[in-house]
């Protein structure tokens, strides 16, 4: 083909016919510029295929590590909410003549449990270049997500100080942590019996209590607001998806 046109263009310029040799030569650029850009197009369509492939494999993995952190926190977030109502109760029962309370009202300051979430998939999309094919409310929404984490994070910090700065000492002082029941771990059961009564009536281990319970609400309240944010992102995840499935069913 190439050589057809080179002999036409040699016969034209042989035959003195210049003014349609111009308009052969512009139409031979003309030419050229078109078939560059169906190149160009041609490879901008497996660019755009390649990304969009790629931005669906992200989503996979975002959506598993989100899925597996929303089952974890929904079950620290329940026991959050079981030490904050337990020590609610347990305070409102103390009094210098206390009445006998339940067991697991008493053992529930004791317990502590903390959300640690899955960051694989999120620091690897991060710490590259790939991040770059996220949508922009997607890239949002996992900055608000980190945030919220942030916030949780230092609020556990706070309880756990307090916690080991004034309620395990008095606890450990004057409760015997063996007799603790806990779906944890299991101990043998202590030969000292706890002082319950005198537990109950003394006010700074009422202190201790509120304080307990104040802090299990501020968790909740942190892995509530961190539990939504997830739940955003998937919802997010899954719309992308189902824009990239109605994409790929109108350009077959």
Do not use: C
């Amino acid at each position: 083909m190439i050589k057809f046109f080179r002999h036409f263009r040699q016969r034209l310029i042989g035959e003195n016919r210049f003014s349609k040799y111009v308009l052969y030569a512009i139409g031979e650029i003309i030419l050229v510029v078109i078939g560059i850009l169906i190149a160009l197009q041609i490879n901008n369509w497996n660019e755009d295929k390649k990304s969009r492939k790629e931005q669906q494999k992200i989503l996979i993995e975002l959506k598993d590590e989100f899925k597996s952190n929303q089952d974890a926190l929904r079950i620290i977030k329940e026991q959050h909410k079981f030490v904050m109502l337990k020590a609610e109760e347990l305070s409102q029962m103390m009094s210098p003549n206390p009445k006998v309370v339940e067991t697991e009202k008493l053992d529930s300051i004791m317990y502590a449990m903390v959300f640690l979430p899955e960051f694989n998939a999120v620091n690897r999309l991060t710490m590259s270049d790939r991040i770059t094919l996220l949508d922009d409310a997607l890239k949002n929404d996992i900055a608000f997500w980190k945030s919220k984490y942030d916030e949780y994070k230092y609020s556990i910090k706070i309880t756990y100080n307090l916690y080991m700065d004034y309620i395990y000492p008095f606890v450990s002082e004057n409760y015997q942590l063996k007799n603790i029941k806990s779906s944890m771990f299991e101990t043998d059961k202590s030969y000292f019996e706890n002082e319950t009564m005198t537990i109950l009536s003394n006010p700074a281990f009422e202190n201790h209590v509120k304080m307990r319970s104040l802090n299990a609400q501020l968790l909740f309240n942190r892995a509530n607001d961190l539990y939504n944010a997830q739940n955003t992102i998937l919802e997010s995840i899954d719309k992308l998806k189902k824009i990239e499935v109605t994409y790929t069913r109108t350009n077959r």
